[in-house]
């Protein structure tokens, strides 16, 4: 299932009209999320070279920052996928950094037109329903 999500997003990516944040944020989650990867293999093959290093140096716990590398990779391929759903919708997503560490998905305020729309949508429910009920 990982792969599928990995590779839709990697589709996304290569589309000739993606936008440059959405670039940023893949290679981004692709990097730091190889980067743990690696160093919980370093950890996990070399575990005992890891606990005697020299200088008395202390264990860097790779399968620690493992967890959090994968956690913030896996986050933001998430952030990507929910700016594609936004697109698909037709919602004008845009990709927004705060701080340049934490991405998020802004979408633009509903205009006055589309709660008119939804507004009359809603009203019109109750009459089909009475509609349904009069040919019974």
């Known amino acids: 299932m990982s792969l599928t999500v990995y590779l839709h997003t990697v ?3 290569l589309r000739p009209k993606a936008e440059q944040g959405v670039r940023r944020l893949w290679m981004s989650g692709t990097l730091v999320f190889l980067i743990g990867y690696i160093g919980w293999h370093v950890d ?3 575990c005992s070279h890891m606990s005697s290093l020299p200088y008395n140096m202390p264990n860097p716990q790779l399968h620690a920052w493992w967890h959090l590398t994968a956690s913030y990779g896996s ?6 996928i929910m700016h594609e759903r936004s697109m698909i919708l037709g919602k004008g997503p845009k990709i ?3 701080a340049y560490v934490l991405p998020y998905v802004e979408l633009p305020q ?3 037109k589309y709660y008119s729309e939804k ?5 019109r429910i109750p009459l089909l329903a009475a509609d349904v ?4």
């Open 110 to 112: 509903p205009s006055i």
């Open 75 to 80: 986050y933001l391929i998430c952030v990507l």
């Open 44 to 46: 996990l093959h070399l």
């Open 96 to 98: 927004r950094w705060i």
């Open 11 to 13: 589709a996304i990516v």
């Open 133 to 136: 009920n009069k040919a019974q």
């Open 119 to 123: 507004k009359s949508a809603l009203e």
